[in-house]
């Protein structure tokens, strides 16, 4: 099990990400606009900046659903191989049969 604190932490985020992500969109189209001033743009990338780290995406870690363990995670499942694993030898995935030989 992951620490509580690091899981938190990465829900903080997801939260913040969600509520900037609207301004943060439009400052980017701006700051892209190739055919805006420069002093425009330069002006949206000073705005930008000014907005939380922790709101940009790109901060926030895949981690598993059931665990919070960050490696070995499957986007699809949202869990890591381990959970998957555990789940799959209970039989609550369905189609998931576990090998053995």
Same mark, same amino acid.
């Given at each position: ?18 509520q ?17 001033? @420069?002093?425009? =743009?330069?002006?949206? %990338?000073?705005?930008?900046?000014e907005?939380? &780290?922790?709101?940009?995406?790109? *901060? @926030?870690?895949? =981690?598993?659903?059931? %665990?919070g ?5 499957? &986007?699809?499942?949202?869990?890591? *191989? @381990?959970?998957l =694993?555990?789940?799959?030898s ?12």
């Amino acid at each position: 099990m992951a620490k509580k604190s690091a899981i938190e932490k990465n829900k903080r985020r997801e939260k913040l990400t969600k509520q900037y992500a609207a301004k943060r969109q439009a400052l980017k189209e701006i700051v892209s606009n190739q055919e805006l001033p @420069i002093e425009e =743009r330069f002006a949206a %990338t000073l705005k930008l900046a000014e907005l939380p &780290r922790n709101s940009a995406a790109v *901060r @926030i870690r895949n =981690r598993c659903e059931i %665990t919070g363990r960050p490696r070995a995670y499957y &986007r699809k499942l949202k869990m890591s *191989r @381990i959970a998957l =694993r555990e789940l799959g030898s209970q039989g609550l995935i369905p189609g998931l049969v576990k090998s053995s030989w």
